[in-house]
């Protein structure tokens, strides 16, 4: 399938949005929840599998396979231009970190990501499956046996949290680096598991047990903010029973202030 060749602007710093814009009949496609805004000569249109409608009927139900398996939702959102000017739709990210412009064409024309990097891409780009080669890679590295796989010569367009660093990795270079950070990488990277090496360091160094490593040649990109590191500080700092619970504050926990603060924040049971 032909790829649209789409323009597009990256606004804001911490919580992004791209905005695309679409000339007379070209479209984007998007996971759903993601589009943010879109003018109204946009036609919207959920279809079954991952938006390429290749091979029929038989195409479709293989990518709507692909994509329940990954774990995302078995429809896309495709957005079609339908007017005869210049028409704009942007994609919103799910939480702080950056949206990443892959061109698929100058990447070789595939990237393996996280399961949940993909945002929105120009139609024709292709959402498929990438299996971890080795039992290790795919019971400890972060993301399973499984990642999503973007292939044709398009823009794509995936998230990460916090700060991106991306790194080119001659033949022969390793770089180790904590499951969860991995974002992407070209099929020429190595992705393998490494064990830290030392019980205590397992057990007590806070960074688990293993470790990816991740061997050249090719392109690695890596977020300094996992989804999961940020879920489970929050989970962390949140009231486990319930009611509120006083920040910074010495007398939050006993005493006059905690009672006080239980009473106004109205968890006394009647």
């Known amino acids: 399938m032909a790829m649209d060749v789409i323009d597009y602007e990256i606004r804001g710093a911490e919580m992004q949005f791209v905005e695309i814009e679409l000339d007379p009949g070209e479209a984007a496609i998007g996971e759903a ?4 805004f879109m003018d109204a000569g946009i036609a919207m249109d959920t ?3 991952d938006g390429t409608q290749q091979g029929g009927l038989f195409g479709r139900l293989l990518g709507a396979g692909k994509r329940l398996v990954t774990g995302e939702s078995l429809f896309t959102t495709v957005y079609v231009n339908n007017a005869s000017g210049k028409q704009r739709v942007a994609f919103a990210a799910p939480y702080p970190g950056k949206i990443l412009p892959m061109d698929l064409r100058q990447l070789g024309g595939t990237l393996i990501c996280q399961k949940d990097a993909f945002l929105c891409a120009a139609r024709g780009v292709a959402l498929g499956i990438a299996f971890q ?9 972060g993301e ?8 044709g010569d398009g823009l794509a367009f995936v998230h990460a949290g916090g700060t991106v ?3 080119e990795l001659q033949p022969g270079q390793a770089l180790l680096v904590d499951t969860g950070c991995v974002v992407a990488y070209t099929p020429s990277v190595d992705f393998d598991i490494q064990y830290v ?4 360091t397992a057990l007590f160094g806070g960074e688990g047990v293993f470790f990816a490593r991740l061997a050249g040649p090719g392109t690695v990109w890596l977020q300094s903010l ?3 590191r940020l879920a489970s500080r929050v989970f962390a700092a949140a009231p486990q029973r ?11 926990g006993f005493g006059a202030g905690g009672l006080l603060g239980t009473v106004l924040g109205g968890d006394n049971d009647d």
Request: hydrophobic share 40%; proline share 2%.
């Open 33 to 36: 929840g993601s589009m943010m």
């Open 47 to 49: 279809v079954f599998g």
């Open 144 to 151: 399973g046996f499984i990642m999503q796989k973007l292939d």
């Open 226 to 228: 996992p989804f999961s």
């Open 242 to 252: 319930g009611g509120s619970r006083e920040e910074g504050s010495v007398l939050g």
């Open 133 to 141: 080669r080795r039992l290790g890679a795919g019971f400890f590295g």
């Open 197 to 200: 090496g030392k019980v205590k």
């Open 165 to 167: 660093v991306r790194r």
